[in-house]
């Protein structure tokens, strides 16, 4: 025994040693990554100090890139909208492996036992099942919902039992996909509304939220009683009101629950909603700079941060939770595109891609910690998201 | 010979109609274009994808357009869908910028950086 874990550590140590990097053993707890989106490349940063380690060429193009990671938190998968899928390893600053899975994908999501990585797929529409470990296809399931006809799918989460949840732009559904039995997944199909166009899951996994973009309301299921189906919410809030032009898709994904409510972006109006998580019913509106993009809650939900679509792209707002009050206005440069809270929430990330940086804002004081920087930055994605539902 | 000599004369009379008819439509000035596709590749990307193949919107490129008029694109620049998420960008540019950009869409657009090197 001793001298099998003996070798196994002789091994590591030698696979480290045969790396470019210098081999310093650290935790990947607080470390993440910077999609730099025109040059095709991540960063990979460290919150503790904020630095950037170094960067990791070569994956495609990254416009809207997501990115999930590893059960261990070691192991980024960064999904491309060329269809790539590539796993980065954090520590070693390499490419572990690189597949085109699809078309034309926006994202993806890891199983609750870690071991499929699941995309979701634009063109051609559907999701797919990956062994995480050796990215080989596992299974995929194509979101045909009428004889021939694909839809886009957006909002994929992952929720408690080998699980995935995810909306069909084109179908107007959402479908629940059971990877138990992970070469022969078994879907439900639920009827949601007009044009779901993101969706978020809350933190505890039970309850899945799709926006709808071709109608008023947010349509709401209930994983633990999917039999009861999907229920709209919101139905009509902004009745009678003239829609603003939305030059940016809203993002719904981000835990923005907060002390019992949920705050959520409206579309086509300057506001954040707040909705009352016990009836599901509108609590209050927040008028805010511009349409919202990314509304996100501080881990421990005191405050919320929100980001704007074009042209209002230069401020960031911060509400304070209890009075739903914007208490701070921000300029953190041009086409800011995302924000990423250090996991216990004292540091916040923001990323301005025409300013080609990266700022670090004190949550409390709102002050500049650092600026990085980083070639056309957009998403920053640190590695706590390894051990979230829904992330 | 005779024969040939009018074709060339209809060749050079068409190419004259083209010429006229791409000045009229005045160009946007350098630093503009710059602005233009820059917004082009983000702002639209941001729906039709970075490199317009496409993305909650369909791909913008010139096999897709080819066989749509273009006035009826610009419209749909300036104007948007309604009941479809494409927006109108009419409070962001002028008719003459939009057919601008609808024409660069048709002959394959360029890529930021290119543009950039053109305008140094």
Same mark, same amino acid.
């Given at each position: ?40 490349? +991540? ?5 503790? !100090?904020?630095?950037?380690? /170094? #960067? =990791?060429?070569?994956? *495609?193009? @990254?416009?809207? $890139? ?29 490419? +572990? ?5 699809? !078309?034309?994908?926006?994202? /993806? #999501? =890891?199983?609750?036992? *870690?071991? @499929?990585?699941? $995309? ?272 | ?120």
């Amino acid at each position: 025994m001793t001298v099998r874990m003996l070798g196994a550590s002789l091994l590591s140590l030698g696979l480290l040693a045969g790396c470019a990097q210098t081999p310093v053993l650290r935790g990947t707890g607080d470390l993440g990554v910077v999609i730099e989106r025109a040059t095709g490349s +991540v960063q990979v940063v460290e919150h503790s !100090g904020r630095t950037s380690l /170094g #960067s =990791v060429p070569g994956l *495609g193009d @990254l416009s809207h $890139a997501h990115v999930t990671y590893s059960r261990d938190a070691r192991y980024a998968f960064v999904f491309g909208r060329d269809g790539g899928l590539t796993k980065v390893d954090l520590l070693t600053r390499t490419i +572990v492996k690189r597949i085109i899975q699809a !078309g034309n994908s926006i994202g /993806g #999501s =890891v199983s609750q036992d *870690g071991r @499929l990585v699941v $995309a979701q797929n634009y063109q051609p529409g559907g999701i797919k099942a990956f062994d995480a470990d050796t990215l080989e296809l596992v299974s995929e399931v194509p979101a045909e919902y009428a004889p021939g006809k694909f839809s886009k799918v957006v909002g994929l989460a992952d929720v408690p039992g080998q699980k995935f949840v995810y909306a069909l732009f084109d179908a107007g559904e959402i479908w629940v996909t059971d990877f138990s039995d992970p070469k022969h997944p078994k879907t439900t199909r639920f009827p949601a509304g007009q044009q779901p166009y993101d969706g978020l899951v809350t933190p505890d996994g039970r309850y899945f939220m799709a926006g709808l973009f071709g109608e008023d309301g947010i349509a709401l299921l209930d994983l633990w009683h999917p039999e009861k189906g999907v229920r709209k919410i919101l139905d009509g809030y902004g009745r009678g009101e003239e829609k603003l032009p939305v030059y940016k898709m809203p993002h719904l994904r981000g835990w923005a629950m907060a002390g019992g409510f949920a705050f959520l972006p409206a579309i086509g109006r300057h506001e954040v909603l707040v909705v009352d998580t016990k009836t599901w019913t509108e609590a209050a509106r927040v008028p805010v700079k511009g349409q919202p993009v990314f509304v996100m809650a501080r881990p421990d939900g005191r405050q919320v941060w929100v980001n704007f679509a074009f042209p209002d792209n230069g401020w960031v707002q911060v509400i304070d939770t209890p009075t739903r009050e914007v208490i701070k206005t921000l300029a953190p440069g041009k086409a800011v595109l995302h924000m990423e809270f250090t996991p216990r929430g004292d540091n916040v990330w923001v990323s301005a891609r025409d300013d080609n940086r990266v700022t670090v804002f004190d949550t409390d004081t709102f002050e500049v910690r650092k600026t990085l920087p980083a070639t056309a930055p957009s998403g920053i994605f640190f590695s706590h998201r390894a051990a979230r539902i829904g992330f | 010979m005779g024969f040939d000599r009018s074709l060339w004369l209809h060749v050079l009379v068409l190419l004259g109609v083209a010429a006229v008819a791409a000045s009229a439509q005045a160009e946007p000035a350098t630093e503009r274009q710059r602005e233009l596709v820059n917004m082009v590749r983000q702002d639209c990307g941001s729906c039709h994808g970075l490199t317009l193949k496409g993305g909650l919107g369909p791909a913008l490129l010139p096999e897709t357009l080819r066989d749509k008029p273009a006035d009826a694109l610009v419209a749909t620049v300036m104007m948007g869908r309604p009941g479809t998420a494409m927006p109108g960008w009419a409070p962001f540019m002028n008719e003459s910028e939009a057919a601008w950009i609808v024409q660069r869409l048709m002959q394959g657009f360029p890529p930021v950086a290119a543009q950039m090197e053109l305008s140094k």
